[in-house]
């Protein structure tokens, strides 16, 4: 069983859309986030979501929105797609804030 | 915040020989550190995790070393194999500091020669 999972694994879209990604944990864990990994494979954090305490990262656009309906998924939606968002998204949860996280497989965005 | 980097981008070793992959950080106010594997087309990997109050952990052929002195963290892989060849991340936090994630370093690749 795939601890944390994410859908799509690829998703190409075109500039200006909205498009969502989810992600699904059934580790029982309280904590999810998204990073994102760019050409370079740096590692960002997002966001983290603990017991509906969002916090975000201040360099993130406002264009993403976590959206979190129970505490074993973490969607993340995208508003107005631009090319710079082309990267790989991780979704990973732990069981309790600034611990061991454990990661998706990774979605791999294309803007065109 | 928290930096953390890496020395190498890439490092290359003969298959059994020992490699070492170093990290630095910044903020001496980090108090627990892991290094993740990354292979190919997957996500991040957990390897061996050390907290502050620790200089050295030792797992199955692994070992990571903490010189908080320093600032520098560095995973030690014993008698390399073929699976070992990935991106491996060194990441850092303040585990008091609520729930704003890991920071990770750039990565090193490491690349294990037959």
């Known amino acids: 069983d795939t601890a944390v999972s994410q859908t799509p694994k690829y998703l190409v879209t075109q500039m200006g859309n909205d498009k969502s990604i989810k992600c699904e944990q059934n580790l029982g864990h309280d904590t999810m986030y998204w990073y994102k990994q760019d050409s370079k494979k740096f590692l960002k954090i997002m966001f983290s979501?603990?017991?509906?305490?969002?916090?975000i990262n201040e360099t993130v656009p406002n264009r993403f929105s976590p959206k979190s309906p129970d505490k074993a998924h973490l969607n993340l939606h995208i508003n107005s797609l631009e090319l710079g968002d082309s990267a790989v998204y991780f979704c990973a949860s732990s069981q309790v804030p600034n611990t061991e996280a454990f990661f998706g497989q990774g979605t791999r965005l294309t803007v065109v | 915040g928290e930096s953390v980097g890496l020395h190498l981008p890439t490092l290359s070793v003969q298959e059994g020989d020992n490699s070492i992959i170093n990290c630095a950080y910044s903020?001496?106010?980090?108090?627990?550190f892991i290094w993740y594997k990354q292979e190919s087309g997957k996500g991040p990997q957990f390897i061996i995790d050390i907290r502050s109050n620790m200089d050295k952990r030792q797992g199955q052929r692994v070992t990571v070393l903490l010189n908080k002195t320093v600032k520098h963290l560095s995973l030690q892989i014993a008698a390399t194999q073929p699976g070992d060849s990935a991106v491996y991340f060194c990441a850092g936090m303040y585990s008091g500091g609520g729930a704003d994630g890991l920071t990770f370093g750039k990565g090193t690749h490491l690349i294990i020669q037959p």
């Open positions: 903020n001496s106010a980090s108090d627990y």
């Open positions: 979501y603990n017991n509906k305490e969002l916090i």
